[in-house]
């Protein structure tokens, strides 16, 4: 009994401990937005001061933080769209009709990812000119979309492979074809799975940030390039900096708040069952 | 309403060849049962009726219509799984009603199918129900409603009861049985189960290494099984072997030295045998009788009570056997008995594993479950 307290407590304290600690450069940076510029970058950095708006003033007068925000919601929800149009029907080749080398495209599939998106940046900036989607929103949602779709994939073919071929056949004695067994057999049965996935993909792609600022300039910069513009080689910029960080995660950070059981229940879907 | 024909069907996955050409006749209304021990290929050949799989060689017809072509919605089929397969997400009305919103049938329409098909399972109460929120009998049943809504040629069953406990089991197959007679539907039921195929079947096959064994009436495979595997698959407790020697054999019949030296004539074709072959002979348990005169001896091992009989295993000079006594018999565990049985019961296989021939039919051999549909079909098989 004694022990089983201790062990808890110990487990509990320990969790704190990673909580906290994943969330401490997050509390900094919001602590670090309501200073002044002095402040922020003192030594030693002062944990209590009168707390002032200027810098969100600031960030507010110098950018549209509106319009950098909606190509953010465009671009990180169209991509994840599409990144699931494409991944369905994908996963579910791969899940119900497997070949031999079915593995072996899946692992090639995610080993995608273990290349450096800089090794690839020459041939798509040069693609991208080409085809005059520079620093434009369909261009970058094309490219987010490319650069999820692996794990959206993944994702799904893991879902859709704990899905009992007896309910599949049972639709198809029913008389379902392919698009109908998808549509209303495969997907209900996978929402949760489905749904977190989206929210990984939409999170990924609204925090990435080497292939907005390189292929966007303006017309269709995300929020991460509204927050990398307040960053400048001279004079004091960290609590700008902050500010606009925080402005730019709060809608994400709220979403993944609020969706947070979904996630869990989604991305532990196929274990519990 | 349909028949359906087997013509040199041939299942190969890879090298394997898991169905190894089987011909076979479903007659109109029929209730047939697939059984066998698992890995026969029972499960392999109904679902290459219901068409998902496909077969790799031979013709499947139903009504004279060859189908390996068709799409397994438009074969007319209905299914029902071994796991219900259920739709977990839809609610039993859309569960029953799937197939006919597929094909287009207007709400109103579909509703009132649905209640009907309702009404002859008494689920019209559930219907609001999602399949989680249901016992695993009434999920069956809503499984078997399904099916019926589709209202199919030949109803599909494949192993439907295994997930149920004993008790509902039991239940569930007297329903099976009523629903079949109600709807004067052609049934293909698989299972692994002999007393299921026994109690339910008007036909069964008997399969085995994806080869049939046998197909006759429930009572054609139980007093005349074709061969040593059918003989000892059909028939609970087991049928007792033990090997003989042959000591007279002509046309009329074989005369066999049993264990313990008795002698006994047992009415068979033994035309192909000569004094001194060695042949297995079987007796079913509940043929054998305790009798102080019989030429058979054993030790009781186990005793097994059951009220209206009483198992007992005893160590014979042939090995192991069982013997179904009467329920009030007073022998205890460890006692000495003596047993005999009416030759007309024993069989006799060469080894080979084939039977030799009764002299005399049983007669409930023929005889069909209901009296109409004498009519419909020819003799057996």
């Excluded at chain 2, 299921?196 to 994806?210: F, N, R, S, Y």
């Excluded at chain 2, 007992?312 to 090995?319: A, F, I, M, S, V």
Aim: some cysteine.
């Amino acid at each position: 009994m004694n022990q089983t307290l201790s062990k808890k407590l110990v487990l509990t304290l320990l969790a704190w401990f990673i909580a906290l600690v994943v969330f401490f450069p997050i509390f900094w940076m919001i602590l670090t937005s309501f200073k002044t510029e002095g402040e922020a970058v003192a030594t030693p950095p002062s944990l209590f001061f009168d707390p002032t708006l200027a810098g969100y003033h600031e960030v507010m007068a110098r950018a549209d933080y509106v319009k950098f925000a909606l190509n953010s919601v465009i671009v990180s929800v169209g991509s994840t769209l599409l990144a699931l149009l494409v991944a369905v029907p994908a996963a579910y080749s791969m899940a119900f009709l497997p070949t031999p080398r079915t593995r072996g495209t899946l692992l090639w599939m995610l080993s995608t990812k273990m290349l450096p998106p800089v090794g690839v940046l020459m041939p798509i900036y040069l693609i991208f000119r080409d085809l005059g989607l520079l620093d434009s929103l369909t261009g970058l949602t094309i490219v987010y979309m490319l650069m999820n779709l692996p794990i959206v994939v993944w994702m799904l073919y893991t879902f859709f492979k704990d899905v009992p071929r007896d309910i599949l056949e049972a639709g198809r004695m029913d008389g379902a074809g392919t698009l109908q067994e998808v549509l209303y057999l495969l997907m209900p049965l996978t929402l949760p799975g489905i749904a977190s996935t989206g929210l990984l993909s939409v999170i990924l792609s609204w925090n990435e940030a080497f292939w907005s600022l390189n292929l966007t300039t303006s017309d269709a910069a995300p929020l991460t390039a509204f927050i990398a513009s307040f960053s400048s080689p001279e004079g004091l910029f960290w609590a700008k900096l902050s500010a606009a960080s925080t402005m730019a995660i709060a809608p994400i950070l709220i979403l993944g708040w609020m969706t947070q059981k979904q996630m869990v229940r989604g991305l532990t879907f196929g274990a519990v069952k | 309403m349909a028949t359906l024909e087997l013509n040199n069907i041939v299942k190969e996955f890879g090298d394997t060849q898991v169905i190894k050409g089987i011909d076979l006749e479903v007659k109109d209304r029929e209730f047939v049962v697939f059984v066998g021990p698992s890995g026969c290929g029972k499960s392999t050949l109904l679902r290459m009726i219901a068409g998902l799989e496909s077969a790799s060689s031979g013709d499947i017809k139903v009504d004279g219509q060859r189908i390996n072509e068709v799409g397994p919605a438009e074969r007319g089929l209905a299914m029902v799984f071994q796991s219900y397969a259920l739709y977990p997400h839809m609610t039993v009305e859309d569960n029953m009603g799937f197939s006919l919103r597929l094909a287009g049938v207007p709400r109103a329409e579909r509703r009132q199918k649905v209640l009907e098909a309702a009404r002859i399972l008494q689920l019209e109460n559930l219907l609001d129900r999602k399949p989680k929120a249901l016992s695993g009998g009434q999920r069956q049943r809503v499984a078997i409603g399904r099916a019926i809504v589709r209202n199919p040629s030949i109803f599909l069953f494949d192993e439907p009861l295994s997930n149920l406990d004993a008790a509902l089991r039991v239940q569930m197959r007297i329903e099976l049985a009523r629903l079949h007679d109600e709807l004067d539907a052609t049934m293909i039921y698989v299972t692994h189960d002999q007393i299921e195929a026994m109690t339910m079947a008007d036909k069964i096959v008997v399969l085995q290494g994806g080869v049939v064994e046998q197909v006759g009436s429930p009572m054609e495979l139980y007093h005349h099984p074709r061969n040593r595997f059918v003989a000892g698959f059909i028939g609970s407790p087991k049928m007792n072997f033990v090997d003989v020697e042959v000591l007279d054999a002509n046309a009329e019949g074989v005369s066999v030295r049993l264990p313990g030296g008795g002698e006994c004539r047992v009415p068979v074709d033994g035309g192909d045998c000569r004094p001194g072959d060695t042949l297995t002979l079987g007796i079913r348990p509940e043929h054998l009788t305790l009798d102080d005169q019989g030429p058979l001896s054993g030790k009781i091992v186990v005793i097994e009570r059951l009220g209206g009989v009483t198992s007992l295993y005893l160590d014979t000079e042939g090995g192991e056997w069982i013997l179904m006594a009467d329920g009030d018999v007073s022998h205890r565990v460890h006692d000495a008995v003596r047993f005999g049985f009416e030759p007309g019961r024993a069989h006799l296989f060469a080894e080979d594993g084939l039977a030799l021939a009764s002299l005399e039919r049983h007669p409930l051999v023929n005889v069909e479950r209901k009296e109409n549909r004498a009519s419909t079909s020819g003799d057996d098989h």
